[in-house]
């Protein structure tokens, strides 16, 4: 999951931010997931402190949340801003998988990333 989760994101960031200094409204938006907050993880009254422990995929969100701040902070000065977003969960192969209620669809989750790209 790291390859995906934190080492892709690099990849293609790196790739990219060529491009991204040339434009004119250079914009980065990382989908996370509010498993990857540790404030949620430790929480007791949070209901994700109940989840299950898990050594990948929420490790890998917190990983991600720290990158994004990490872009934020050094693109600045190139005006390209740099956020996360955390769609919630949606109806996917995965929810279903782990069984959780998730009515939003993918089309939906999607909707915060396309009006931060924006």
């Known amino acids: 999951m790291f390859e995906t989760n934190v080492f892709g994101v690099v990849m293609v960031t790196e790739a990219l931010l060529p491009l991204l200094r040339r434009s004119a409204a250079g914009r980065i938006v990382n989908v996370s997931s509010g498993v990857g907050s540790l404030g949620n993880m430790t929480d007791p009254g949070h209901y994700m402190s109940k989840l299950p422990a898990a050594a990948a995929y929420p490790t890998t969100k917190t990983a991600l949340n720290s ?6 902070k050094a693109l600045a000065a190139d005006g390209i801003l740099v956020n996360a977003v955390a769609p919630g969960a949606c109806a996917t192969d995965f929810t279903r998988r782990l069984s959780l209620p998730a009515t939003r669809t993918a089309a939906q989750g999607a909707e915060i990333a396309v009006r931060l790209a924006r």
């Open 67 to 72: 990158l994004t701040v990490q872009y934020a």
